[in-house]
């Protein structure tokens, strides 16, 4: 009997691998920079490549090496939109690569380099996970969420997404590389924090905090409302990327009414954050604005082409005896093309952005906490490395499909 059922085991074993189907596709990854690219995000979009079947796994080889990847579905279908891996590359150098896409649901688990979650407190203060969540505008769940919203982290740094009108990207700074928001929830403990555990870094009140797009009167930056509902999703976990996604339907701006899509994406081994901001339809004039918040007694450096950074000390909550002052470095960057000026308000430093005729546009932000082990200790050397950063934002790596 139990040769019996090893036979039928393997039969069916055996009938699963013919029926699944497979395509290698090479792929070639060159750096025509002077500089090496370290972690250079690579994704591949799934209906680029042609393919006759559904993607189900994927398998990335550099010859005998083989790479971790993720499989995205981006729009909730259960189909995959995009492949990710990120990759270091020499100075003019050319990795080729082979992808093995495959109709087989056998993904293979790799080491997780970033993490994501939110959570919903209970009427017993248990904190249970959500994937997405969507309320109508004129509800206010910020205080029901735990941390207020998604949190997501690579070992260098962890964000938070506020879940309410103002939408504000807030930061918790490390000690050491690590993870830490899965145990921690971005507020560590006494006992966490004797361990060396991070905290949150910055008081961002009613600013854009870092980089958090707004709108913009003339004079000051506004909030995203009024809106028809508000839906924030944790669209992928890892390995290799979290992103999460802000939805806002039913803008009412500037006599006209959005659908506003925010997606953030963090790569492993980064500390800066990627912003895709989307709409339903092209843009007419409305204007936008976005840069970092004025921390108090801060210093700041622009290149007036897209970049705004500064540096500055306060306190990041409103508790002044049990936490102390923290240092922070914040940064944001932005396509030339979208910029109309550059004009703060009281609480920010800040470009304004236009983007008629399209339906969306990317920008970056980052930022360093002087807590960090690894980071940075000086205004000079924050101000020094965006502005490399910013270079190598705009010398990406030729990816080619053969």
Same mark, same amino acid.
């Given at each position: 009997?139990?040769?019996?059922?090893? *036979?039928?085991?393997?039969?069916? &074993?055996?009938?699963?691998?013919?029926?699944?189907?497979? $395509?290698?596709?090479?792929?070639?990854?060159?750096?025509?920079?002077?500089?090496?690219?370290?972690?250079?995000?690579?994704?591949?979009?799934?209906?680029? &490549?042609?393919?006759?079947?559904?993607?189900?796994?994927?398998?990335?080889?550099?010859?005998?090496?083989?790479?971790?990847?993720?499989?995205?579905? *981006?729009?909730?279908?259960?189909?995959?939109?995009? %492949?990710?891996?990120?990759?270091?590359?020499?100075? %003019?150098? /050319?990795?080729?690569?082979?992808?093995?896409?495959?109709?087989?649901?056998?993904?293979?688990?790799?080491?997780?380099?970033?993490?994501?979650?939110?959570?919903?407190?209970?009427?017993?203060?248990?904190?249970?996970?959500?994937?997405?969540? /969507?309320?109508?505008?004129?509800?206010?769940?910020?205080?029901? *969420?735990?941390?207020?919203?998604?949190?997501?982290?690579?070992?260098? /740094?962890?964000?938070?997404?506020?879940?309410?009108?103002?939408?504000?990207?807030?930061?918790?700074?490390?000690?050491?590389?690590?993870?830490?928001?899965?145990?921690?929830?971005?507020?560590?403990?006494?006992? =966490?924090?004797?361990?060396?555990?991070?905290?949150?870094? *910055?008081?961002?009140?009613?600013?854009? @905090?870092?980089?958090?797009? #707004?709108?913009?009167?003339?004079?000051?930056?506004?909030?995203?409302?009024?809106? $028809?509902?508000?839906?924030? +999703?944790?669209?992928?976990?890892?390995?290799?990327?979290?992103?999460?996604?802000?939805?806002?339907?039913?803008?009412?701006?500037? @006599?006209?009414? &959005?659908?506003?899509?925010?997606?953030?994406?963090?790569?492993?081994?980064?500390?800066?954050?990627?912003?895709?901001?989307?709409?339903?339809?092209?843009?007419?004039?409305? +204007?936008?604005?976005?840069?970092?918040?004025?921390?108090?007694?801060?210093?700041?450096?622009?290149?007036?082409? @897209?970049?705004?950074?500064?540096?500055?000390?306060?306190?990041?909550?409103?508790?002044?005896?049990? !936490?102390?002052?923290?240092?922070? @470095? %914040?940064?944001?960057?932005?396509?030339?093309?979208?910029?109309?000026?550059?004009?703060?308000?009281?609480?920010?430093?800040?470009? =304004?952005?236009?983007?008629?005729?399209?339906?969306?546009?990317? !920008?970056?932000?980052?930022?360093?906490?002087? #807590?960090?082990?690894?980071?940075?200790?000086?205004?000079?050397?924050?101000?020094?490395?965006?502005?490399?950063? #910013?270079?190598? &934002?705009?010398?990406?790596?030729?990816?080619?499909? #053969?």
């Amino acid at each position: 009997m139990k040769k019996n059922n090893y *036979l039928i085991f393997t039969f069916l &074993l055996f009938s699963a691998m013919l029926s699944a189907e497979e $395509k290698t596709v090479n792929v070639s990854v060159s750096n025509n920079w002077s500089e090496t690219k370290t972690a250079e995000p690579v994704v591949l979009k799934i209906k680029d &490549l042609h393919l006759d079947f559904d993607v189900l796994s994927a398998v990335v080889t550099d010859g005998e090496e083989e790479i971790s990847s993720q499989l995205d579905d *981006l729009d909730g279908d259960l189909i995959a939109d995009e %492949l990710a891996f990120v990759l270091d590359v020499k100075p %003019l150098q /050319t990795r080729n690569l082979k992808i093995r896409f495959s109709s087989d649901e056998q993904q293979k688990d790799y080491k997780p380099e970033v993490y994501a979650e939110m959570l919903i407190s209970d009427k017993n203060g248990k904190h249970v996970p959500v994937l997405s969540l /969507t309320i109508p505008g004129t509800s206010n769940i910020y205080n029901q *969420l735990h941390h207020h919203g998604p949190a997501f982290e690579s070992e260098l /740094t962890a964000y938070r997404i506020y879940f309410d009108q103002k939408q504000t990207v807030d930061i918790y700074g490390k000690f050491n590389k690590g993870f830490e928001i899965r145990e921690s929830q971005f507020y560590p403990t006494d006992e =966490q924090l004797s361990r060396g555990f991070g905290d949150d870094v *910055l008081l961002v009140g009613g600013s854009c @905090g870092l980089g958090a797009l #707004k709108g913009w009167n003339g004079e000051k930056t506004t909030h995203v409302e009024p809106v $028809k509902s508000l839906t924030e +999703t944790v669209v992928a976990t890892g390995p290799v990327r979290a992103i999460v996604d802000v939805a806002s339907k039913g803008w009412q701006y500037q @006599g006209n009414r &959005l659908e506003m899509r925010v997606r953030y994406i963090l790569y492993a081994r980064h500390r800066d954050c990627e912003v895709q901001v989307s709409f339903d339809k092209p843009l007419g004039k409305e +204007t936008f604005a976005t840069g970092v918040m004025n921390i108090k007694g801060s210093v700041s450096s622009s290149d007036h082409e @897209g970049l705004i950074a500064c540096w500055g000390r306060d306190w990041p909550v409103n508790d002044t005896v049990k !936490y102390a002052k923290e240092t922070v @470095g %914040l940064a944001t960057s932005l396509p030339l093309e979208i910029i109309v000026s550059e004009k703060p308000d009281k609480v920010n430093y800040l470009y =304004q952005i236009q983007a008629e005729g399209k339906t969306g546009f990317t !920008y970056h932000i980052t930022f360093t906490s002087m #807590k960090e082990t690894f980071g940075y200790k000086t205004p000079e050397a924050w101000f020094a490395h965006v502005r490399k950063w #910013k270079k190598g &934002l705009n010398r990406q790596c030729a990816v080619r499909v #053969k």
